[in-house]
């Protein structure tokens, strides 16, 4: 009977070395999945607050985005009134200049035009004759009053052209 005993013996030993070996593997496996559950709870909580944290980056780059697009709208509106600006100081600069020039060759447009006064109604000046400059061509005169200066020769007139587009060219190297 003891080899009986001592299989039961062996038997038991067996069994509650396997039961502690089971034991231990279910606390193993709880302790396995205690910390795999807080190591996905931790991951989820991250990834949320990386979620959260890109939504205000991209938020705070289209608002990025929208203002440099104002920026550059009245940056385009600021230099297009300063070139606005440019061209008119430009036309006054040629105008003086050519007023210059025109005065130091003795000619005074403004004199010329307040002796030659030419009335505004053209039926009027048939009727009468005695407003009219003598000399001067109907056509002439209502040149005269449309560009508001006397017409003058035409070699005068190219001069006049050349001396603005030289103006022109040398202040807008200066503007480069």
Do not use: C, W
Not at 27 to 44: C, H
Not at 47 to 72: C, G, R, T
Request: net charge positive.
């Amino acid at each position: 009977m003891a080899p009986y005993i001592n299989d039961l013996r062996l038997k038991k030993e067996i069994l509650i070395q396997g039961l502690k070996k089971r034991d231990f593997d279910t606390r193993v496996e709880m302790e396995v999945q205690k910390a795999t559950s807080a190591m996905k709870i931790e991951m989820t909580e991250k990834m949320y607050e990386a979620k959260k944290e890109m939504e205000a980056m991209d938020k705070k780059l289209l608002e990025a985005k929208e203002e440099a697009k104002e920026n550059n709208e009245v940056m385009e509106r600021k230099l297009l009134e300063a070139k606005m600006d440019m061209e008119e100081i430009i036309a006054d600069k040629v105008k003086e200049g050519i007023q210059a020039y025109v005065e130091s060759l003795g000619i005074n447009i403004d004199a010329n035009l307040k002796s030659k006064q030419v009335p505004d109604n053209p039926l009027e000046d048939s009727q009468q004759p005695s407003l009219l400059v003598p000399g001067v061509h109907t056509r002439k005169a209502n040149m005269i009053k449309k560009t508001g200066t006397t017409v003058v020769g035409t070699n005068k007139k190219k001069i006049f052209k050349e001396i603005e587009v030289k103006y022109r060219l040398q202040h807008a190297r200066l503007l480069d």
